[in-house]
């Protein structure tokens, strides 16, 4: 077998211009699809990273009346109590689960004033103590809130960067005080996102589809939210769990077990799955990509004629060399391995060359087109394989043919 290698790397090298055009349908036709399949990989990448952010593997499961968020404006819904810890210890058990926080939570307009500037839009969220490390949020600056602060109905709050930047300026913070509907907070820290994630948005469609958890947010003790809200609403459930993989099932089962513990047929827990709404968004562009891929194949298809072309007048080109091996007791066998060794090999440089120029094309389209791409290790063996089961398909018939040459008649070929 290694002789035969080292007999078809020289039949190439020998016509350096005829392999090289040769192997161009093949090179042209991996490249295409390692390119295709580098930007399609990326781009689902892009989709889930977007959706599920810097990847905390968060679950939010809310209070939904048909297919929104409901909201607590006209009150408390019949039916729906607060969480009791019961219920947090079961879904504390729930396969894959790690951390169970509740929270409460609702955007407010005109209730946020410091001084004369005032925060439209701002998310009050009322938390518990293991809340943050739970979202996946840390503390920049001060403390957070603690057990002693929600048991004490302390008044106290922890803003995000950005509420702190609009009401305070450069100015720090850290126990200066806000109202929150007529109540003053004690400032008492600042947090941040664990990691500052901004979705790539390209379209109005994308700012529409990940552009929805925006703006300032205040965190206050959970126990303090009938001070700004007048009664106790039920609570939000914040999961997070083991992997990204896990999460629309876990969601799904904490979504289940809260509403085996509710009484109103309108008004639902239902688990925010970002995981699906990606996979939705991916499978959405899937036909197009089968389609460019099948079309690049078809240039696989044409290089693999050209292969089985260049080996027939290969086979026409030596038939005294075949005519002498079989005079002097070469088999068909060895043979017809011979030309089907230079085939595959053949077939196997250009699936190389492919895999390395597609790889190229693929950053270079990320470079003028912005369009994310992510190299699959995984297509591009896949690739080089594939090449070479073309050059065993298409090289069968000349070697085939080379091998029942009449080896008289071979040797008075001119």
């Not at 093949?26 to 990273?49: D, F, L, P, R, Y």
């Not at 126990?175 to 008492?188: D, L, N, Q, R």
């Not at 009664?231 to 992997?243: C, H, I, R, S």
């Not at 999460?247 to 639902?268: P, R, V, Y």
Request: hydrophobic share 40%; aromatic share 8%; net charge negative.
């Amino acid at each position: 077998m290694i002789e035969n290698i080292r007999l078809s790397f020289r039949g190439i090298f020998a016509h350096k211009m005829r392999s090289f055009l040769t192997m161009l349908g093949i090179i042209i036709g991996i490249a295409s699809i390692i390119a295709i399949v580098s930007t399609i990989k990326g781009t689902n990448e892009q989709i889930e990273k977007n959706l599920i952010g810097s990847g905390d593997n968060t679950v939010k499961i809310a209070l939904y009346q048909e297919d929104w968020e409901y909201s607590f404006d006209e009150g408390v819904p019949n039916g729906i109590s607060t969480i009791s810890e019961e219920t947090r210890e079961t879904l504390s058990n729930i396969d894959h689960v790690e951390q169970v926080s509740f929270y409460r939570n609702r955007q407010t307009y005109q209730q946020v004033y410091r001084n004369n500037t005032t925060l439209d839009g701002t998310y009050i969220t009322g938390i518990e103590e293991n809340y943050f490390s739970t979202a996946g949020l840390t503390i920049k600056q001060g403390r957070g809130i603690t057990n002693r602060d929600s048991s004490k109905f302390a008044t106290v709050a922890v803003l995000d960067e950005t509420s702190a930047q609009l009401l305070f300026g450069d100015e720090n913070p850290i126990g200066k005080t806000i109202e929150i509907s007529s109540t003053p907070f004690t400032i008492i820290g600042i947090c941040t996102n664990k990691e500052t994630f901004s979705p790539t948005m390209e379209s109005i469609d994308d700012y529409y589809t990940y552009n929805q958890n925006e703006g300032s947010k205040i965190y206050i003790p959970t126990e303090t939210w009938p001070l700004i809200c007048q009664f106790d609403e039920p609570q939000n459930v914040l999961l997070k769990v083991d992997g990204t993989t896990n999460m629309t099932s876990a969601g799904k089962k904490a979504a289940d077990l809260l509403n085996a513990n509710i009484s109103n047929d309108t008004i639902t827990y239902k688990a925010e799955d970002l995981l699906k709404q990606a996979k939705d968004l991916q499978s959405l562009s899937q036909s197009t990509n089968a389609m460019l891929i099948w079309i690049a194949g078809i240039s696989l298809l044409v290089g693999g004629i050209g292969v089985m072309n260049i080996m027939l007048v290969t086979v026409t080109e030596r038939t005294n060399e075949i005519g002498l091996k079989k005079a002097i007791g070469a088999r068909k066998k060895a043979i017809m391995t011979q030309f089907l060794t230079e085939a595959v090999v053949l077939t196997s440089i250009g699936g190389v060359l492919g895999v390395i120029t597609g790889i190229a094309l693929a950053k270079l389209i990320s470079l003028f087109n912005g369009t994310p791409v992510a190299i699959s290790i995984s297509a591009s063996l896949l690739s080089v394989l594939f090449s070479m089961l073309i050059g065993i398909i298409f090289g069968i018939l000349p070697s085939w043919k080379a091998a029942n040459l009449d080896p008289i008649e071979a040797l008075r070929h001119e």
